[in-house]
């Protein structure tokens, strides 16, 4: 038991806890969000709470997710943070089972399978995949014109794959994905958990089949690989076609392994992230029918032509409608897949005064700036960061009053953009220059070299369900919005989570 936390002037401040080893625990898996707030008030923006045997150090504010997102990289390490849950789901010898000159190489190998070519075509191809899944799942093949209690996470998981298989991983993938690919998946999927995270080796049953489906995974891409090369015709303009022609800085090749094993490890990264946010747009439309019907308006305005009575197709080009771009943005903002962000220490890391200053903390007292004005902490090797850019999106000191709304039109207001930001210039980290951006308060997709790249990927496949969705269906919630299941890796609604749907009239109205 822990009473009284010793209080070193150079260590963050420590969060009072009674058990040690669960240290904060509890409350941090019910509510993490609530808890750093709470922090927050009792400690300021930056403090140590021990979770699980580790130390974890939370830097708030636009200015610490900075601090740990662009972090040097002699002092934080994403891949000692993440590699016990990540290697035995992709694989080994990609992602951070490599250091991380690797894994910047192999994310400019995966941008050359994620051009705009590719992305045109990819909206035809996911918007066809949409209708089929509705006509068939919720219309019990066309035979009906309402579907009610629609789990509207499940129905975004099962999109998602599909589209994701039908554009990015291949069409070999997607014929694959009516048999045995989705068992594998699933399987796989099992060993990513929060019981992973901690303990990354068990004697379970669930543990031997993430094995067996990671194996067998990557044997099927391998296949492909090979028939492809066997085979007369050009291959697909796709993305193991993009992985198949590049070569490391020495002149090694990608090895089918590790093409394979990234492979996976982009099913997987898109795959939650993708779908628990396709699932809040689903409720969200649900909970507010004049939005949805907002939306539907402008599919209209934009893509029906009145004097033909034709609805032009949508395309990559024109697809980022205004209120639909503020949708998304406000989905992310609100829904954060990944609130919060980890590193290892692995050198003694000084935490710069300026992460617990004034301006990163405009709205506490007098008293409190006084006691952390020029501060600098020291966050000891072998201990964790945390950047919360979740905690960021929806702080009030930042966003307003309604800074907890869910209010799609601040974007619109804002002129699609985040408050206080500034631009910080572009940074080069080898697989493509992009804006540093780390001091923001809105990072859906992180910041620094670790940045999500799949952000347009997910942007047209987005972009494309919902259009798809609001031009052909109206929906709504079958019970209260559901509020958040914290219990698995990315933050999904509690269930139930149900919609009912009716299909819309063919034309729209003139
Ligand atoms: C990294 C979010 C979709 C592939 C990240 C990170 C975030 C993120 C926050 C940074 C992780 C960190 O710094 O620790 C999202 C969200 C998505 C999404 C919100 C959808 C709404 C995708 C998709 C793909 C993808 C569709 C693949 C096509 C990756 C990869 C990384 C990454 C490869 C890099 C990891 C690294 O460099 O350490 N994503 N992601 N993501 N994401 Fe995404």
């Known amino acids: 038991w822990q009473l009284v936390a010793p209080?070193?002037?150079?260590?963050?401040?420590?969060?009072?806890?009674?058990?040690?080893?669960?240290?904060?625990?509890?409350?941090?898996?019910?509510?993490?969000?609530?808890?750093?707030?709470?922090?927050?008030?009792?400690?300021?923006?930056?403090?140590?709470?021990?979770?699980?045997?580790?130390r974890i150090t939370c830097t708030l504010g636009p200015l610490g997710s900075n601090f740990v997102l662009n972090g040097k990289l002699a002092h934080v390490n994403a891949e000692e943070a993440y590699t016990h849950l990540t290697t035995p789901v992709f694989g080994t010898e990609v992602v951070y089972d490599v250091p991380n000159h690797v894994l910047m190489?192999?994310?400019?190998?995966?941008?050359?399978?994620?051009?705009?070519?590719?992305?045109?075509?990819?909206?035809?191809?996911?918007?066809?995949?949409?209708?089929?899944?509705?006509?068939?799942?919720?219309?019990?093949?066309?035979?009906?014109?309402?579907?009610?209690?629609?789990?509207?996470f499940t129905t975004s998981s099962e999109i998602t794959i599909l589209t994701a298989s039908a554009t990015l991983q291949g069409h070999e993938v997607r014929a694959a994905m009516d048999k045995s690919f989705a068992q594998l998946y699933h399987d796989l999927d099992g060993g990513f958990t929060p019981l992973n995270f901690v303990f990354p080796n068990l004697p379970l049953p669930s543990y031997r089949r993430r094995d067996r489906a990671q194996l067998k995974m990557r044997e099927f891409y391998i296949s492909i690989l090979q028939k492809r090369r066997e085979s007369p015709e050009e291959p697909p303009l796709d993305m193991l076609t993009?992985?198949?022609?590049?070569?490391?800085?020495?002149?090694?090749?990608?090895?089918?392994?590790?093409?394979?094993?990234?492979?996976?490890?982009?099913?997987?990264?898109?795959?939650?992230?993708?779908?628990?946010?396709?699932?809040?747009?689903?409720?969200?439309?649900?909970?507010?029918?004049?939005?949805?019907?907002?939306?539907?308006?402008?599919?209209?305005?934009?893509?029906?032509?009145?004097?033909?009575?034709?609805?032009?197709?949508l395309e990559y080009e024109t697809l980022q409608t205004p209120l639909l771009m503020a949708f998304i943005k406000e989905l992310l903002r609100c829904h954060p897949p990944l609130h919060s962000l980890m590193r290892k220490i692995i050198l003694d890391c000084p935490v710069p005064g300026s992460v617990g200053s004034p301006s990163a903390e405009p709205n506490q007292s007098a008293a409190w700036r006084k006691r952390t004005e020029g501060i600098e902490y020291v966050v000891p090797r072998g201990e964790f960061v945390l950047a919360a850019p979740g905690y960021s999106q929806v702080d009030e000191g930042i966003w307003g009053p309604d800074a907890k709304e869910f209010r799609p039109e601040r974007w619109l207001d804002q002129g699609q953009k985040v408050p206080g930001e500034e631009d910080e210039g572009e940074e080069d980290y080898g697989w493509g220059k992009i804006s540093k951006g780390g001091k923001s308060a809105y990072l859906p997709f992180g910041a620094g070299r670790h940045r999500c790249i799949g952000e347009q990927f997910a942007n047209v496949q987005l972009g494309t369900i919902i259009a798809t969705l609001v031009r052909e269906n109206q929906w709504t919630l079958d019970q209260p919005f559901p509020g958040n299941d914290y219990t698995t890796m990315i933050v999904m609604p509690q269930a139930p989570r149900n919609v009912s749907f009716t299909r819309r009239a063919a034309q729209p109205k003139a």
Not at 123 to 152: C, M, P
Not at 261 to 266: F, G, S
Not at 279 to 299: H, K, N, T, V
Request: charged share 25%; glycine share 8%.
């Open 242 to 313: 993009a992985l198949q022609n590049q070569q490391y800085k020495t002149g090694e090749p990608l090895t089918d392994k590790q093409i394979a094993h990234i492979m996976i490890a982009l099913l997987m990264a898109g795959q939650h992230t993708s779908a628990a946010t396709g699932a809040w747009a689903i409720l969200r439309l649900g909970q507010f029918p004049d939005l949805q019907q907002r939306l539907y308006d402008e599919q209209v305005e934009h893509f029906y032509d009145q004097a033909t009575g034709e609805w032009t197709d």
């Open 7 to 54: 209080r070193d002037p150079k260590r963050p401040p420590l969060v009072f806890h009674y058990v040690p080893v669960i240290g904060c625990a509890v409350s941090y898996g019910m509510d993490p969000l609530g808890f750093l707030d709470d922090c927050r008030k009792r400690y300021g923006p930056v403090f140590t709470y021990p979770l699980l045997g580790r």
């Open 105 to 152: 190489e192999q994310k400019k190998f995966v941008k050359f399978g994620l051009t705009t070519d590719n992305f045109r075509r990819y909206v035809g191809l996911i918007r066809t995949e949409v209708r089929d899944y509705i006509n068939k799942h919720v219309y019990a093949d066309g035979s009906k014109q309402t579907g009610k209690g629609v789990d509207a």
